[in-house]
């Protein structure tokens, strides 16, 4: 989840567009080193995110719920994240971040089997490694903090095993195949076909196939005939990379792999379980707004974390991201809070901290790709439109999405996305595209297609809808049909912190 420099933004390989957010672990050759910069950016950048979901996430919706439900809220971000931390290192990782087909990894890595202290995982700038265990921990909290945002759609009344459950298939079928989908790639020095780095040539196409493209380099008599080696090679490179990579799909911090996933899941959640008792007859007000907002400050920090460190680099780019990032988040809030102005007389501060989010949602996928100016436009946009679908879209259809995760998340995931492909243009203070193939990345681009890019992306968002769509309603079913899936309306009028876990928050 990544980018390298302010010249280096897509990655144009054999005349496609493919790019990606996350770099494999791989072996490096002589001339690559660990960049302890960039090492420790990405510690400090993991532990934001980790403070992003606990407490941040935990409180942001803590406040939000009624104050006798309030306790099983934290208590489903808190062993969601914990849980899905342990599955990370038993399988996860290495179902999204290894070798395998198009859609999903291989188990080279279950159980952390060869990572060791000493291995390495590729950045986005040639022979500029991390410590794999770097890598392996900050994609562990994407991995975390994406199923716990699920929890807001169904809050208030899902019995908490099945939540348990729950998450666990959808993170296993919906979440590893999505990471692996749209970040997974060889990196960049396995495009660079040569004897030097060997060991990574053979890593990505295997020993046999690196021996012989080698040779038949080696045979070229001019450029037309190395070109077309190289071309074949990138292809074989290619036949690894995660599919929505290959099509060309850009989203630089989780926009369709973390917003929309979760997004979908929550409408899926919100529609199976029905409304909750009371809704509509009951007051079910914010139970504590102070809450809520630290909560949103504590994303708002934390997502810097998400966004910058998704750069796996300290350099420029990391501090446009940040900047991006922050700008995106403004507009978002304004824009949030004068619809509610003009709809409602009045702006409110749930309004504006759900503006606020909306923002840093949608302009996730877009922080790395697009210019300030562009990333206040991404934020204004999603502010309004996700204001619609919180304040019309759900009472229109009638489901009962608690805490709003699909109109933010996942329409803010959706027009974060979709705007990504607009503003990533040059012409609109976008950055250009980067050939891999070259030996000086730096000075080929390729020029950007409006066509091109927005079929990729279009690619990336309907494949998020439907995989989280239909994995989410399985995923329900196995739960309704084996332990239930919601609490009895009895103890959803008592309050699930007193009926699932024997506590009051407030005594």
């Known amino acids: ?12 390989i054999a005349g496609g567009l493919a790019v990606a957010a996350a770099l494999p672990a791989q072996q490096a050759f002589a001339a690559a080193s660990i960049n302890k910069g960039d090492t420790a950016w990405v510690v400090t950048a993991t532990c934001l995110v980790v403070l992003m979901t606990i407490p941040g ?18 208590m489903q971000v808190l062993v969601a994240f914990c849980l899905i931390s342990i599955l990370w290192c038993l399988f996860g990782y290495s179902l999204a971040f290894t070798n395998g087909n198009g859609f999903i990894g291989g188990f080279s890595k279950l159980f952390m089997s060869g990572v060791t202290t000493s291995t390495m995982a590729a950045t986005f700038s040639k022979e500029s490694y991390l410590p794999e265990y770097a890598y392996v921990i900050f994609q562990m ?22 939540v348990l459950l729950f998450l666990t298939l959808w993170f296993v079928f919906a979440y590893l195949p999505m990471a692996h989908m749209v970040w997974w790639w060889a990196g960049p020095d396995a495009y660079t076909l040569s004897a030097d780095n060997i060991d990574t040539v053979k890593a990505a196409v295997g020993d046999q196939a690196a021996a012989d493209f080698l040779a038949k380099l080696a045979a ?16 074989a490179v290619n036949a690894a990379n995660g599919w929505l990579f290959n099509k060309g799909a850009i989203d630089f911090a989780g926009g369709t792999v973390v917003h929309i996933n979760a997004g979908i899941a929550g409408l899926v959640c919100a529609i199976v379980l029905g409304k909750r008792v009371g809704l509509g007859k009951e007051a ?12 949103t400050g504590l994303l708002l920090f934390g997502w810097f974390g998400f966004n910058a460190g998704s750069n796996l680099e300290a350099n420029g780019l990391t501090a446009l991201v940040v900047f991006n990032s922050v700008l995106g988040a403004a507009g978002a809030t304004l824009a949030w809070s004068l619809g509610e102005y003009l709809t409602r007389g009045h702006a409110s501060l749930l309004g504006g901290a759900s503006g606020m989010v909306a923002g840093l949602v949608a302009i996730t996928p877009a922080c790395g790709w697009v210019g300030p100016v562009p990333a206040i436009l991404i934020g204004a946009i999603a502010g309004f439109v996700c204001l619609f679908a919180v304040t019309k879209l759900k009472s229109k259809f009638g489901y009962d999405d608690a805490l709003d995760v699909f109109g933010v998340h996942g329409v803010g995931g959706i027009v974060g996305a979709l705007l990504t492909g607009i503003f990533v243009n040059p012409a609109l203070q976008g950055i250009g595209v980067t050939d891999y193939l070259a030996v000086d990345t730096s000075s080929k681009t ?11 992306q279009l690619y990336s968002v309907v494949t998020a809808i439907v995989l989280s769509g239909v994995v989410s309603y399985i995923a329900l079913m196995i ?24 506590e009051r928050a407030f005594s």
């Open 220 to 235: 070229a008599t001019d450029d037309a005939g190395k070109a077309a080696v190289l071309g074949d090679y990138a292809t």
């Open 284 to 295: 079910m007000a914010p139970h504590n707004l102070v809450t809520t907002l630290i909560g």
């Open 479 to 502: 739960c309704k049909y084996t332990i239930g899936i919601r609490v009895d309306e009895q103890a959803e009028r008592e309050g699930l912190d007193l009926s699932s876990h024997g």
């Open 446 to 456: 390729a020029a950007y297609a409006f066509g091109t890019q927005m079929t990729a």
């Open 141 to 162: 909290t994407f991995a975390a903090i994406t199923p716990a945002l699920i929890i807001g759609a169904f809050a208030e009344r899902m019995k908490f095993s099945a």
């Open 57 to 74: 996430l935990a409180l942001f919706y803590g406040g939000l719920v009624r104050s006798k439900n309030v306790l099983s809220v934290l």
């Open 1 to 12: 989840m990544t980018r390298t420099n302010l010249g280096r933004r897509f990655a144009a």
